[in-house]
């Protein structure tokens, strides 16, 4: 997973295929946020923690995909969870707003209509 701070509502979720192409996402970081403590989400990105506890931490899915091709990740909860707070120590909940540019975002969207 990425991060980055010109993109703060968004993590990159890259999956390495063992081939020279790897798959790429976009999920909110939010919905990855509420999915580490309830079920979250629908269609081809949902989040949810497990049930039972694997050693000494549970562990996390990430269903990707599309209605032909979807698949779930399985994911170490703790690690998730302390990435996301690290996230959240880069960019508070609630100051992503402040870190756009949202004349270029207007732009960008007026280029695409014509």
């Known amino acids: ?3 980055t701070v010109s993109e703060p509502f ?3 979720v890259e999956i390495r295929t063992g ?4 798959l790429r996402w976009t999920v909110s970081r939010d919905l990855l946020d ?11 990105h949902r989040i949810w923690p497990s049930r039972r506890y694997l050693l000494s931490c ?3 899915y990430l269903g990707l995909g599309g209605p032909r091709t979807p698949f779930t ?14 996230t959240y120590e880069l960019v508070p909940r609630g ?3 402040e870190l756009l540019d949202w ?12």
């Not at 081939?19 to 790897?22: D, H, V, Y």
């Not at 509420?34 to 081809?44: E, N």
């Not at 990740?73 to 690290?86: P, S």
Request: proline share 4%.
């Open 103 to 114: 004349e270029a975002l207007a732009r960008e969207l007026l280029q695409r209509r014509d």
């Open 95 to 97: 100051s992503e707003p």
């Open 19 to 22: 081939t020279a192409e790897s």
């Open 34 to 44: 509420v999915g580490t403590s309830k079920p979250q989400g629908m269609g081809a």
């Open 10 to 12: 968004s993590v990159g």
């Open 73 to 86: 990740l399985e994911m170490d909860h703790c690690q998730v969870r302390a990435w996301l707070d690290a």
């Open 58 to 60: 549970r562990r996390l």
């Open 1 to 3: 997973m990425s991060y």
